[in-house]
């Protein structure tokens, strides 16, 4: 039974994989749209808003695939190819170390979506993903201009350490995958044990919400134990707020696409000094400069 887990997986088949597994994915993705829209619809949910933010999601998508297709994917897989030539091992490419691999690149993905949060210019691009208002499969495929760039940053490590670029590949394809089932309302809350490890829906629900205690909170992709570790976990407990605490209020996707370099070219551009300016490119959202104390008038003695 070990001879399985230590077999070797030749590089066609992780190719294959690759390519079958996204776009079968997708195809049930669209298929499960369908069912929440129609759940949404008996339920007396589904407006014009909800409908043409759907399809703006997938617009954004469109314009995502055109971005990184232009200038990132031959790029992004290039480095990763002579990036091998430096690895430290060679590691074979079988189940056991195609399991390894995975678990590093979601240990890999937590710390990338939590640092596409915590600092500016990088929310500028992943805030897409965050300002509908609505919650369902579709919204999976929001993203922002630059979303398919910084992966490479976090992923490239197992590349060096010696992993098949191509399995490495294969692992972040799993991670984005397994998140996309994620983004629904129609699951509740799973059995406890599910819960206790794995990323949910219930648990992603808080991640999308606007809601001050779910801030910043649940930045797991397959596995919710890392957030739990890293002291960034919150339960669904009361009802989601989804989008963004400032909401861009608008169903065109082109808004919906640049709105996060709008708003951080705004603030950079009316930030007084250097300093200031790159307070807002580099620090949290919603950094703000200190204000200075105003110095208090002198009082007559006698009072």
């Not at 079968?24 to 007396?44: D, K, M, S």
Request: hydrophobic residues 50%.
């Amino acid at each position: 039974m070990a001879d399985i887990f230590l077999r070797p997986i030749p590089g066609f088949a992780l190719e294959t994989w690759e390519r079958l597994i996204g776009d079968w994915f997708f195809v049930f993705a669209l298929g499960f749209l369908a069912f929440e829209l129609i759940r949404y619809a008996l339920r007396g949910k589904l407006s014009k808003t909800m409908a043409g933010d759907t399809v703006t999601n997938y617009i954004t998508l469109a314009l995502f695939i055109g971005v990184n297709t232009l200038l990132f994917a031959t790029f992004y897989v290039g480095v990763y190819f002579y990036a091998a030539e430096f690895a430290l091992f060679n590691i074979q490419t079988n189940i056991a170390t195609l399991l390894i691999c995975l678990m590093l690149a979601d240990l890999a993905y937590y710390w990338e979506h939590r640092i596409l949060h915590r600092i500016n210019f990088l929310w500028a691009t992943h805030s897409v993903h965050h300002s509908s208002p609505f919650f369902n499969i579709s919204v999976a495929y929001r993203h922002g201009p630059l979303d398919g760039f910084w992966p490479l940053f976090f992923h490239l490590p197992l590349v060096l350490l010696g992993f098949d670029p191509l399995l490495v590949l294969v692992v972040e394809l799993l991670v984005q995958l397994f998140q996309t089932i994620l983004h629904t309302e129609t699951i509740g809350k799973l059995w406890k044990p599910i819960e206790l490890i794995f990323n949910t829906p219930s648990h992603h629900r808080v991640h999308h919400g606007s809601n001050r205690k779910y801030l910043d909170k649940n930045y797991a992709g397959i596995f919710i134990i890392w957030d739990r570790m890293f002291g960034t976990f919150a339960e669904e407990i009361e009802e989601v707020k989804y989008g963004l605490t400032r909401p861009i209020d608008s169903v065109n996707p082109f808004v919906a696409f640049f709105h996060g370099f709008q708003r951080l070219g705004k603030e950079v551009a009316q930030a007084d000094g250097l300093y200031n300016k790159m307070g807002h490119l580099f620090g949290p959202p919603g950094w703000r400069p200190k204000k200075k104390p105003t110095a208090t008038p002198p009082t007559d003695a006698g009072e």
